[in-house]
């Protein structure tokens, strides 16, 4: 989570994907329904972040990576265009709403601040696990989790 290397070409952070967390945990459940989601095997979702020499196979044919890759830049928040077609296309809505507050953030503050309030975010606040950022409770001590993007 504090691996500034695991900022997502899009400027989310990769440290709460759920695809690396389930991965990293090896939580069987949520691969299930991770892979029944994107139509693949649970036994496929193997990540390490997007920059990683191990992205799941749905990063290497992002058009988000592509377009900063292109550019040039070390994710969206570089980008004068934030957001574009490609963003608001996106086909998972809550996954825009996140891009947009995590660029908007980091736009406004170094990156250092970006990780720290990413951390505080995605963070139980009983026992301080970091939970993907789709989660509603956390998988440690059960604890309901608040809606963290608004």
Not at 37 to 57: A, V
Not at 86 to 100: A, Q
Not at 129 to 150: M, V
Request: proline share 4%; charged share 30%; hydrophobic share 30%.
């Amino acid at each position: 989570m504090e691996d500034p290397n695991l900022m997502a070409y899009c400027g989310t952070n990769c440290g709460v994907c759920s695809f690396r967390i389930a991965y990293k945990t090896n939580d069987e459940r949520l691969k299930e329904k991770l892979a029944k989601m994107i139509r693949i095997k649970p036994e496929q979702i193997i990540c390490e972040g997007c920059r990683s020499d191990q992205p799941l196979f749905i990063c290497e044919m992002c058009k988000i990576k592509s377009c900063v890759i292109k550019k040039g830049y070390e994710s969206c928040v570089d980008c004068d265009e934030f957001p574009c077609k490609i963003i608001e296309r996106f086909p998972v809505k809550e996954f825009i709403k996140r891009v947009k507050f995590d660029v908007n953030y980091r736009k406004q503050h170094s990156k250092e601040d970006w990780i720290a309030k990413m951390k505080e975010l995605n963070s139980c606040p009983s026992c301080q696990t970091i939970a993907h950022w789709r989660a509603n409770i956390c998988k440690s001590c059960g604890t309901q989790l608040k809606e963290r993007y608004l």
